[in-house]
């Protein structure tokens, strides 16, 4: 069995989530078994247009093939399509991590999914929640498309904010998906402070982390998590959670020396302060619920 948090650990989440001083950062895992991964859409792809390349399960390579090779929107169009018709999870799983997140009421969840779960499990909630998305490639001074801030909008548990970091399907322009789109946003994310709202910056520098969904090999949330330290220009204040699966290949000696290196990982890119739980993340959600609703 994976190694859980410690006591101390789950005493110190709890008492941040109640303060509403936790901010979950969602990940591919917590749509899994409802949405195909990126590896299994990349390995499709790479075998339906004779991708040429080894690296077959890489999504953001083969992406950048299809839009060399098609166009620039023709990926993130596929996605936006596989996407569309799936219907959502069943929210009211003991066990399903989006309906578990919903229900801890908190004013701010970030994501790099392309979905639409988490906006469907706060509102499934009874809550009112709003989108909004990382503008990284300036697409809306083209389109004109306003910011939810833009109003004087205030994230709060009953009227939360779902911030899509990569974009989302419902405007396929916004998604980071190749790695052209990966360095991109990259670059003008160190460039500019300002790109990331007010209150979000405020979220990843003032309250705990939680990320949900994503594993040890995923670079992904490594890109993104030193991209955000950087562009923050300081370490985070308060211990994180990472939700993070192990390679299943791994012996119990090699996983305990990747849990070393996942610790060397995060005190080197910033001494962050990042507790990390072993296993799925359908499995944290439930341990989270039962904790939860025993508080």
């Known amino acids: 069995m994976p190694d859980s948090l410690s006591e101390a650990d789950w005493e110190r989440l709890l008492g941040l989530i109640q303060e509403a001083r936790c901010t979950p950062f969602i990940g591919a895992g917590a749509s899994a078994g409802t949405l195909p991964l990126g590896s299994e859409i990349a390995e499709q792809w790479a075998k339906d247009h004779h991708y040429p ?24 169009d596929a996605i936006r399509r596989r996407f569309q018709d799936v219907p959502p999870p069943n929210f009211s799983a003991p066990d399903e991590p989006h309906g578990v997140l919903a229900d801890l009421r908190l004013p701010i969840y970030i994501t790099t999914n392309y979905d639409n779960f988490m906006i469907e499990a706060l509102k499934d909630r009874k809550q009112a929640p709003e989108r909004e998305f990382c503008r990284w490639n300036r697409f809306d001074e083209v389109t004109g498309a306003e910011s939810i801030f833009a109003s004087g909008y205030q994230p709060t548990p009953a009227n939360p ?74 370490s985070l204040g308060y211990p994180g959670i990472a939700v993070q699966l192990p390679p299943g290949d791994l012996s119990g000696e090699e996983t305990e020396q990747a849990k070393g290196y996942l610790d060397k990982y995060f005190d080197q890119i910033g001494k962050i302060k990042v507790r990390v739980y072993w296993g799925e993340a359908r499995q944290f959600a439930r341990e989270l619920r039962e904790r939860w609703e025993a508080l």
């Open 53 to 76: 390349l080894p690296d077959v399960t890489d999504l953001a390579r083969v992406a950048q093939f299809l839009a060399i090779a098609e166009d620039e929107m023709f990926p993130k």
């Open 161 to 234: 904010l779902v911030y899509h970091l990569h974009g989302h399907t419902e405007l396929p322009q916004s998604m980071v998906l190749t790695e052209g789109d990966y360095l991109d946003f990259l670059i003008r994310l160190s460039r500019d402070q300002d790109l990331l709202p007010p209150a979000i910056r405020k979220a990843l520098a003032g309250t705990s982390l939680l990320f949900v969904g994503y594993s040890l090999t995923d670079w992904n949330f490594r890109v993104v998590l030193r991209g955000l330290v950087g562009s923050l220009g300081a």
